[in-house]
Each structure stands twice: as structure tokens, then as C-alpha cells.
């Protein structure tokens, strides 16, 4: 089992950058498929980005690919989604997920979540 913690949001005008993290717990952590995912307001769960577990493999929401990247640190545990050119409709509640499959778009096939981050951009 693995615990997740999502971290690293807040408040930021249009065209500025944050980066979430997603640290957890546990000694296999190199074996999980880890995804990002956001929830607007009103808005069903998307996928936005997920990384194998070695970091060998990523994929990403279509509309976001140019501006986000996904990452790694096995030795920290850690998950990192780098956020560029943030728009007002990133504004969402983010969270990061630990699967057994390979890099997936499905929520389902993820089993453990992190408690969300919230992100807000402003115009």
C-alpha cells in the first residue's frame, strides 16, 4: 500500500507557473504508475499526466502536453507536474494517483489518491 501526499498548489495570475508535488510513502514506490488528475468545479475528474514507474514512459491530456510536464525522483519518493503558461481554465483541484497498470488515462486504474491541491489562476 502507498500513501500520497499532493502538495505545491496555490494562487497565480494567467501565464505564471507552479509546480505540484506528489511525495509518498513506502519502499516500492519505483513500481507505481503515478497520474495526475484535476476536478473544476461543477466538472467531472480529468486525466492530465502519468509517468511509468521507472519514468521511462509518459503520457499526457492532449490539450496540455505543450505546457506541463510530468516527472520523477524514484530516491525522493516524489512525483513532480511542472505547470507553464497557466490559463484560468487550470483551475481545479489536483490529484496525484498510484496504479499497478502501465501509464493510463483511466481513473480506474488508479487505487491510491492523494488528498488534492488546490490550484487557482486569475486573470
Known amino acids: 500500500q502507498v500513501q500520497l501526499v499532493d502538495s505545491g498548489g496555490g494562487l497565480v495570475q494567467a501565464g505564471g507557473s507552479l509546480r505540484l508535488s506528489c511525495a509518498a510513502s513506502?519502499?516500492?514506490?519505483?513500481?507505481?504508475?503515478i497520474g495526475w488528475f484535476r476536478q473544476a468545479p461543477g466538472e467531472e475528474r480529468e486525466f492530465v499526466a502519468a509517468?511509468?514507474?521507472?519514468?521511462?514512459?509518459?503520457e499526457y491530456a492532449d490539450s496540455l502536453k505543450d505546457r506541463f510536464t510530468i516527472s520523477r525522483d524514484n530516491a525522493k519518493n516524489t512525483v513532480y507536474l511542472q505547470m507553464n503558461s497557466l490559463k484560468v481554465e487550470d483551475t481545479a483541484v489536483y490529484y496525484c494517483?498510484?496504479?499497478?497498470?502501465?501509464?493510463?488515462?483511466?481513473?480506474?486504474?488508479?487505487?491510491?489518491w492523494g488528498q488534492g491541491t488546490q490550484v487557482t489562476v486569475s486573470s
Open positions: 494517483a498510484a496504479g499497478f497498470s502501465y501509464v493510463n488515462k483511466r481513473a480506474e486504474a488508479y487505487h491510491y
Open positions: 513506502g519502499r516500492t514506490f519505483g513500481t507505481y504508475t
Open positions: 509517468i511509468s514507474g521507472s519514468g521511462r514512459s509518459s
